[in-house]
């Protein structure tokens, strides 16, 4: 299919009200595709409901203004949130509801089926079979669920080639191809430069190898994107290898493979890896060490988002993760007034597996200290951590009475206040004060005084109860620094295994290769 | 720019530490900790310049609790401050006690 007849295409495919969806996830995007939606006739072509990962692109967000879409069932909403925001105010856009990863698939398949999928691939050959390369990320999911439900696939490749490196999607499974004018669009999202992992990061991280993956032996675990999980990674060959836990912690992982990681890797820590989706400058590396990562035939890596994320939920036995507020209940969210989100995995990875069955040391574990009655059926638990600094940049407080989740729910007309995780799902706080452990609180009021015993000088930290925080400090339901034998004075950035992208390309024996932004030498 | 100014009472001996010290940087997100020796005896004095206006009572809770730590007979302690958090701020300060007192590798 020329390029240049898209356009035509789309109108003569899409019935106004069809659910179309529009792949591109916070990765890679089909974004010429989008564009070339974003252009039909609005009179041909009008209140789509749009099915989708993530809201990314300018085009995305035409398509509401000019009435060509008028619905959105969504995951993730990145730099354009308070652009959406204000969109829904305006009535252009009705939002079903916003979901995580695996649910929004899940409705793929029960109540969300696409009659039209706009799909990404590097390449085609000449039957239509796709080559995703690296970056599979969700276009199995979204193509199994509209092509075998009489939807039709439109796929946009970088390159038509007469013979693929391996088959990621098989070609009658897609009913047509196009190759875009460009490359389609890919963000690195999961590099974290060293150069920014500051000493109470790294106290904190220290805290949680210590406090928490030493205690309870993890060996099977995700770590959210950010500077707190990426200060965890920098400090495996050099913190935790001086404890003795090289071998006893972190071997199993779902994880993007995040470049901060590769020291570890190097060091001998990790044993597999399996990832949502790839990473911009990462593809050599990867493809060098098929010992860790999934990689196919063809050498370079395998990613698929719906099985990683079903992987972090049932057979990882940690989630860490970061947020922007919490409530004294452990409640947290990253709404900020005026500004759409989205929750992307954090509501699946970081939350209990009810239905999960096999054990591992560190679940029954955490399942015993959340148990209060010796006569209760015992099960063990997932142990969600959320990692946070108690103040945010411009001294918002991380610590809240209540989250402004409650204030977009009220002016939005959600039916329920958009929480990210829920503080039921948490079992430890960890802050540059100490570590709360919530599985070992027994009742409402301790679990408060346990988190107010950790918010540090916020408003929520001031009002705690000295005398209480020190009696749950006695129990070990907190834990500082000192109290867990870290030396305050060590967290310093000698620490980082790394303190330089250039460090990890050293690390990588020149493997891999950052993008140009991350560049500074 | 905001200028505090602080004083503590301990009753402690006057620790014998060097002249003076002086850790950090000014920067965003960061601060610069000077710390004197001086005769005010009994007295700290804590001086803060910062860029963050309105945050009184912030510095005055960090700063208690830090007099509380250390014993900080006879010093003035001088604050730049570019809008470090409570966490930065009292490890900085703790670093620049460490320091003055020669205990810091």
Known sequence: MPAGRMQELLEAVLEPGDRVCLEGNNQKQADFLAGCLAKV??????????????????????????????????????????????????????????????????????????????????????????????NTEDTPTIVEATAFKSGIVIAQVNQIVDRLPRVDIPADWVDFVTQAPTPHFIEPLFTRDPAQVGEIKILMAMMVIKGIYAEYGINRLNHGVGFDAAAIELLLPTYADSLGLKGKICRHWMLNPHPTLIPAIESGFVQSVYSPGSELGMEGYVSARPDVFFTGADGSQRTNRAFSHAAGHYACDLFI????????????????????????????????????????PAWLKAGRQAHDRPAAMPRGRKLVVQMVETFREQMQPTFVERLDAWTFMESSGMELPPVMVYGDDVSHIVTEEGIANLLLCRTEEERSEAIRGVAGYTPVGQARSRSMVENLRDRGIIQRPEDLGIDKRLATRDLLAARSIKELVHWSGGLYQPPQRFRNW | MEHLRFEFKTPGNRPSGRASALVGVVSSGNLEVMVESTDLNEACQVEV?????????????????????????????????????????????????????????
């Open chain 1, 321 to 360: 993760g970061s947020t922007l507020q919490m409530d004294l209940d452990g409640n947290s969210s990253t709404v900020t007034l005026g500004r759409i989100a989205g929750y992307g995995g954090a509501p699946n990875l970081g939350s209990d597996a009810r239905g999960r069955r096999h054990c591992q």
């Open chain 2, 49 to 105: 310049n910062t860029s963050a206006r309105g945050f009184a009572a912030i510095w005055q809770a960090v700063l208690t609790d830090f007099a509380e730590r250390h014993d900080l007979a006879g010093l003035r302690i001088s604050i730049n401050d570019g809008g470090a958090t409570p966490a930065v701020v009292s490890l900085r300060l703790d670093q620049a006690i460490e320091e003055f007192l020669g205990m810091s590798s």
């Open chain 1, 41 to 134: 006739n609005p009179e041909r072509v009008h209140d789509l409901h749009m099915v989708q990962s993530v809201i990314a692109l300018p085009e995305h967000i035409e398509l509401f203004e000019r009435g060509i879409a008028h619905k959105v069932d969504f995951s993730f909403s990145g730099p354009v949130g308070v652009r959406m925001a204000q969109l829904v105010a305006a009535g252009k856009i009705q939002i079903g509801a916003i979901h995580t990863y695996l649910e929004l698939f899940g409705r793929y398949f029960i109540d969300l089926t696409p009659q039209v999928a706009l799909i990404v691939a590097h390449s085609a050959d000449r039957e239509g079979n796709l080559y995703t390369g690296p």
